[in-house]
């Protein structure tokens, strides 16, 4: 998949378990969320990493810093960031899913003289995926390359700097399956936080952080959403991650357990152990 031709090595920037961290980062290009229960709790996650490790907070904008500091490298994709990455995510990812099943498309149309029956994500995939050219799939990868260089030079640059960055993960807000009224099918865009760390190479551990209520029109009562967060860490530091999490639900006395049902967090681990379905 692409995600694996995109992630070649900067061995500058490889994680050093004995470094301790220099600061968190904050791309303000996704903060605040619409949610203020939800950006209320972010940036108390964000206060407690800060006091758990006494770093400071360096709050960046990704969008900005890239009109200020552009590679030579990135000219003639147009000025600003968006322009640069627009429709990279939809001709990198979206043409390798598409044609990552070509094979089991063409051996079910054989056996069954039919196309295979999918919902209605992977139709519309299959469908704009047959669309993007290898010349266009190929550009997308190298403007993939380019940024992540420029991630790199940016955000960790040089191997004294060992940050982590915090980032919001979905709106808190509810989602029921049975809405017919979401939109279309979209290709996320490559600046998108969720395609940061596969960019990077980098790992990342989604943490529950805290819940916000809401009424739900199923049951008619008050319910809780989950709010989680995403924390990235330097490339080949994936322990070191898990014991960094660990640190701050500990130091903040978060939960490092949550249950299924009606809310994550609770406070009778032995009622949830006796009801639970074999």
């Not at 203020?36 to 206060?47: G, H, K, P, S, Y």
């Not at 989680?228 to 639900?249: E, G, N, Q």
């Amino acid at each position: 998949m692409v995600y694996n031709e995109a992630s070649f090595e900067v061995h500058a920037f490889q994680a050093n378990k004995e470094q301790p961290l220099t600061s968190l980062f904050m791309p303000m290009d996704y903060f605040p969320v619409k949610n203020n229960e939800q950006q209320t709790l972010l940036d108390q996650f964000a206060l407690d990493i800060c006091a758990c490790f006494n770093i400071p907070i360096r709050k960046i904008h990704l969008h900005k810093l890239w009109e200020e500091t552009r590679p030579a490298t990135a000219h003639g994709y147009g000025y600003s960031l968006k322009e640069f990455l627009l429709d990279v995510g939809r001709n990198s990812f979206i043409h390798d899913f598409y044609h990552s099943t070509d094979d089991f498309r063409r051996e079910y149309e054989r056996r069954f003289e039919a196309s295979p029956p999918v919902n209605r994500v992977v139709r519309w995939r299959w469908e704009v995926g047959q669309s993007i050219t290898t010349t266009q799939r190929n550009d997308a990868i190298r403007r993939l390359n380019i940024y992540k260089t420029w991630l790199f030079s940016q955000v960790f640059r040089d191997t004294n700097n060992n940050p982590i960055i915090l980032l919001p993960v979905g709106p808190a807000e509810e989602n029921y399956r049975d809405d017919t009224s979401s939109e279309s099918p979209v290709a996320q865009e490559a600046w998108d936080q969720l395609w940061l760390s596969p960019i990077l190479g980098a790992p990342e551990i989604t943490v529950p952080i805290g819940q916000v209520p809401f009424t739900s029109k199923m049951t008619n009562r008050e319910e809780m959403l989950p709010v989680v967060a995403s924390l990235v860490a330097a490339p080949r530091s994936d322990l070191c991650l898990i014991d960094v999490v660990k640190r701050i639900l500990e130091f903040s006395k978060r939960p490092t357990r949550v249950a299924t049902g009606r809310q994550m967090f609770v406070d009778d681990w032995d009622v949830v152990e006796r009801t639970r379905t074999p």
